[in-house]
């Protein structure tokens, strides 16, 4: 059990396709302030924190009572020779992202696709993402929704 007693941390390493759309699919709708994003290209490594909303939780709250949750994910990349950056600007240190996908490309792209058009290429050698909750998660009332022009 996690520390507040309801359910595990989440903690996954995806080394193929398979393993990201899983890793994906947990941290999709994850917010991520553009000032929590972090290329160090001496350890070839890209690195973020997300506000995860916690999907697996599978809580549906009662009348009155907020049964769902976030929580901080640390997110790691490694093998990353290069990053690139489209729909929005470094600079932009107050601006928050909603993650809709982690995909892998043609051979050696990692594409992180966020809505309203943004998103980060990772120039990989291989796939390797390490994902882990960090500290608790914290109740809130607001369920991810999606248009259909999210998808797009």
């Not at 058009?117 to 990989?124: F, M, P, S, T």
């Amino acid at each position: 059990m996690g520390p507040d007693g309801s359910g595990a941390a989440l903690k996954l390493r995806a080394e193929d396709a398979d393993d990201l759309s899983v890793m994906s699919a947990c941290l999709q709708d994850a917010l991520v302030a553009i000032r929590d994003l972090a290329y160090v290209p001496e350890e070839r490594t890209f690195l973020l924190v997300a506000n995860r909303f916690r999907w697996e939780s599978g809580r549906r709250p009662a009348p009155g009572e907020t049964g769902h949750q976030r929580i901080l994910c640390g997110i790691r990349f490694s093998a990353v020779d290069g990053v690139s950056y489209s729909g929005f600007r470094r600079s932009e240190d107050d601006r928050i992202l909603s993650l809709l996908a982690i995909r892998p490309g043609e051979a050696g792209m990692i594409r992180l696709e966020f809505s309203g058009g943004a998103a980060i290429r990772l120039e990989v050698t291989r796939i390797l993402c390490h994902a882990q909750d960090l500290g608790d998660p914290w109740p809130t009332r607001w369920q991810p929704r999606h248009d259909a022009g999210d998808w797009a």
